[in-house]
């Protein structure tokens, strides 16, 4: 069963940094695009960043542009994302999601298996 679990979640200051990380289960990552989303509270899931299957291709969200790094280690099934600079207005719950297609595209319609989420909050 194809399963997709976050963690590395939790509550931090503003400036401060967090890893996420989105580790598979049931499948390998090696040929699919990693997604990561992020849903505030009346708010719509947005696409915040997406890898490649090798790596070679990823995808901003340009409101985390230089801030937050996406990263893979397929050895490891996992998919990370580093986000550094945290803001107030990152805070949302982060999910990964995977797609077969091919390319960094980002549009939460595009993929398929959602892990539960992990709960950012950027609070002093």
């Known amino acids: 069963q194809l399963q997709l679990v976050e963690s590395g979640g939790g509550l931090v200051q503003p400036g401060g940094s967090l890893r996420l990380s989105c580790t598979a289960s049931g499948f390998t990552l090696d040929y699919y695009t990693i997604g990561w989303f992020r849903q505030a509270p009346g708010k719509e899931r947005e696409g915040v960043s997406c890898?490649?299957?090798?790596?070679?291709?990823?995808n901003y969200a340009d409101s985390v542009k230089g801030r937050f790094t996406i990263s893979r280690d397929n050895a490891k099934n996992t998919v990370y994302l580093q986000m550094n600079s945290l803001k107030p207005e990152d805070t949302a719950v982060y999910y990964c999601?995977?797609?077969?297609?091919?390319?960094?595209?980002?549009?939460?319609?595009?993929?398929?298996?959602w892990g539960q989420g992990t709960q950012v909050t950027v609070s002093s």
């Open positions: 999601a995977e797609r077969e297609r091919p390319g960094s595209t980002c549009s939460p319609a595009e993929f398929g298996s």
């Open positions: 890898i490649s299957g090798s790596g070679g291709s990823t």
